[in-house]
Every structure is written in structure tokens, then in C-alpha cells.
């Protein structure tokens, strides 16, 4: 047992010494060890360096988002279980489910509420499959006329603020 830490330490220092000469004769009796050894150690570095790199150069800023919500009414009542997407001119589209009083906010990802700042069409649609407890397939069929989903000319524009954008459809 060691007596005090520089003992300890003589003896790891002493170890680490034999493993490195066992662990270097090896590799002078084979070559191919070493030549792998080589290029996974390069191949580590280029991999570091292009990540640090990325890191560095790479735009941070997150996409800017203007936060929307609303109401959809269809002849006055309010809309449930529609699903409202705004698609940008540029960017990803953002979604919302509208609620039992017609009521959504959109969402860019299921973790960022919003949509991308700028000129976006805006579908409202009902039509959906459902599963029942049985798991059989139930078609839930559309409400909303065509005109303002597969067909749709409803358009808004996003700022990068908060905005209320109501839509009150009409069956004709």
C-alpha cells in the first residue's frame, strides 16, 4: 500500500510508462494497427474541427415568428376540429386546430407558436379520418366550402407581432 500520495502517484506514472511501451511494440509489429490508428485519429480531428467550424460560421438566430390566433365562424356559428394552415411564400407552414368556440393559435413546431413573418394563404378545412374504439377508419366529412381550403383565396399577411386574425366563412 502507498504511503502517501507522491508514492500513488510514482506508481500510476510507472504503470502508464509499461502500458505506453507494450501498447508501442505492438503497433511497430503491426503496421496496419498503426495506419488505422492514424486515420481514425485524423478522421476524430477533421470531424472536431468541421463541428467547431459550423459552430462558429453558422447563423444562430432563430426564425422570427409572429404569434397568431383567432376565431373561424362558418354562417355566424363557430367552427370545431378545423384545422387552419398558413403557408408563407417562402418558409414553413404553421398550424392550428380550432377549439369547440372556433377559437385557434397557430404553430410553427409543436414547441413554437407562430408563423413565419409575411404574405401566407390561409386553407380551413374540416374534412379528417378518424379512428373509432373499435379502430375501424371513420371519414369525418368537410363542412367548410371549397373555396376556402382546396380551392382556397383567403390570404394574411404575418408580422412579427401579436395579431388576432378572425375568419367568418359563408356556405354561399
Known amino acids: 500500500m502507498p504511503a502517501d500520495f507522491g508514492e500513488l502517484v510514482a506508481i ?6 509499461e502500458l505506453y511501451e507494450r501498447f508501442h511494440k ?3 509489429s503491426r503496421p496496419q494497427l498503426k495506419l488505422g490508428l492514424a ?17 462558429l460560421f453558422s447563423d444562430s438566430r432563430e426564425t422570427s415568428l409572429g404569434r397568431v390566433s383567432g376565431t373561424v ?3 355566424g356559428n363557430p367552427v370545431s376540429g378545423a384545422t387552419i394552415e ?3 411564400e417562402e418558409g414553413s407552414t ?13 404553430q410553427y413546431l409543436p414547441d413554437r407558436p407562430g408563423a413565419v413573418p409575411g404574405r401566407h394563404t390561409v386553407r380551413i ?8 374504439d373499435d379502430g375501424q377508419k371513420v371519414e369525418v366529412p368537410e363542412r367548410v366550402p371549397v373555396r376556402y381550403n382546396q380551392e382556397s383565396t383567403l390570404t394574411a399577411d404575418v408580422t412579427t407581432s401579436s395579431q388576432t386574425l378572425d375568419w367568418e366563412l359563408r356556405s354561399q
Open 12 to 17: 500510476v506514472q510507472a504503470i502508464g510508462a
Open 26 to 28: 505492438k503497433l511497430e
Open 39 to 55: 486515420v481514425l485519429g485524423i478522421s476524430i480531428c477533421l470531424l472536431l474541427a468541421g463541428k467547431t467550424a459550423a459552430w
Open 73 to 75: 365562424l362558418l354562417d
Open 86 to 88: 398558413f403557408t408563407p
Open 94 to 106: 404553421s398550424y392550428g386546430i380550432t377549439n369547440s368556440r372556433g377559437g385557434y393559435t397557430l
Open 125 to 132: 378545412t374540416t374534412y379528417d379520418w378518424q379512428t373509432t
